[in-house]
């Protein structure tokens, strides 16, 4: 998944700090980096990845505010969300022609030493996500081997913070294929469904839809606190909670929600058949697939 | 501390796989990686720090195992070690005018969809030690978040692996210096001491030196390996052992022992003083400055 489309964030440095004077579009194939940049070297950085419908980018603000809150969260400077809402329009302009597109968003510590961040957006039409929208996903519950305590206690470990650190999501999501399933739920030591590696849980039981607390060193969804909103709509209950496999095996219907592949009904856990919610799953499919903000 | 010399690893795709076919030395200020490199968007890629004394590469086979075996825990491509051997000592030779140097390692996952790793050593002469080889570190205990058997019970978490995701290792030097510390011993949620950000920690009670077991979810250290052979041939003993905070407060003197920095004794643990062992530090960083292997 390459991309195609490219901007890259310039930055002065000055009496009061480092300010954001504009980006350009550079041809996608061209080296960017230095391999000195601490994103490369370390994983030290922070990203967000917004949906693009015909051009429109979707839930555009709560992105913006999750990529400052992440920032904060590994003291780096802050993004200036002005310079980035104009940045993420002129890419998702330039992939107007298509029905859905993706825009990734990253800021990184900078190259070693020069204490200037850098930064780029980039994107490109999504790929097709129908099946997974409509027959489901098979996931692997895996450990993620830490407590749900650790936001409020141990915030070093940036749980909550989207970092450009993922090789433990992708060698879940790795672990996950051996066991012949699509995608991962993480759980605490102490027992707490989590989140997937790049997506937020859902279950409904009855008419309330649950997702695991935020405070348990979780990614609050952007694409989950849309769904709840729309499920207000809709004569649903929904709650934050502290959830157990258990509950998930006991649900009537669950989903991994997330930017880009939008809801994908849970089909199997640990590969224990789980019911699709067909309805529901195509109604929210429907909404997310129009929603801007 | 930005790198005075750096040499990109080529690749070639063929019918048997991905082959090494030689390296180049580019300029340092050069762009070279792609922004869409899974060592930029993801953390995805592994890496060694190799110190280099008057131009020779010290501890250069085990870190190549390590090497190797860090990009096994990714399920990256082996790495060829006969060549990352020549790159090493290419890039070590521009390097011998320096009493002290470093050179990093790097094998990245490559730009996603492209299924070729991207690869470079970069190096540069080291920072001045002195300070913390014989006055010591102040260091912060913190907690991991993590229990002390995940590198056992769940091997999609990478412990134990030497990643490029080491965001919150750096985080964690971060909350070390709000805290008036120099540098961090991290502690498991079970309460086992296990290693810092990047050294590995080593304590001494009356002629026996105790370093944390490996298969806690550490990285074995290659630094630690010498030094505990070094002690042998000194009359000392030697263990890897399960160790708490209080064996750390009750030792006789402790070290954070790494490939650049050697051994760097602690004065303090968590604002109490700790003795430093100056003849004990003295000797091993004789040793460590002078090993070749």
Do not use: C
Request: proline share 5%.
């Amino acid at each position: 998944v390459t991309a195609d489309v490219l901007a890259l964030v310039q930055f002065a440095a000055g009496p009061d700090g480092i300010s954001t004077t504009g980006h350009r579009v550079v041809p996608v194939g061209d080296p960017v980096l230095s391999a000195l940049d601490l994103a490369a070297t370390r994983g030290d950085g922070v990203f967000e990845t917004i949906s693009v419908g015909r051009g429109a980018p979707q839930a555009l603000e709560p992105h913006l505010v999750r990529f400052a809150r992440s920032a904060r969260m590994l003291d780096l400077p802050a993004p200036d969300l002005d310079a980035w809402r104009a940045i993420v329009l002129d890419v998702a302009g330039r992939l107007a022609a298509h029905d859905e597109a993706w825009i990734k968003t990253v800021l990184t510590r900078g190259v070693e030493g020069a204490d200037v961040p850098t930064a780029w957006a980039s994107g490109a039409p999504s790929a097709d996500f129908s099946a997974a929208r409509t027959e489901g996903v098979a996931v692997a519950l895996l450990d993620r081997g830490v407590r749900s305590d650790v936001a409020s206690s141990s915030p070093w470990l940036l749980a909550g913070a989207k970092t450009l650190s993922y090789a433990v999501n992708m060698a879940a999501k790795r672990e996950a294929a051996r066991r012949g399933a699509d995608d991962v739920v993480f759980v605490s030591t102490d027992g707490a469904l989590l989140e997937g590696p790049t997506a937020t849980l859902i279950l409904r039981r009855g008419d309330l839809l649950s997702t695991p607390r935020a405070d348990l060193g979780i990614l609050a969804g952007t694409t989950q606190a849309d769904v709840f909103a729309w499920a207000h709509e809709h004569g649903l209950r929904t709650e934050h909670a502290l959830l157990s496999p258990s509950d998930l095996a006991s649900a009537d219907a669950a989903w991994l929600v997330s930017s880009v592949r939008h809801a994908a009904p849970l089909r199997a856990v640990d590969g224990a058949p789980l019911a699709v919610d067909v309805e529901l799953s195509n109604a929210m499919n429907r909404f997310l697939a129009t929603r801007v903000r």
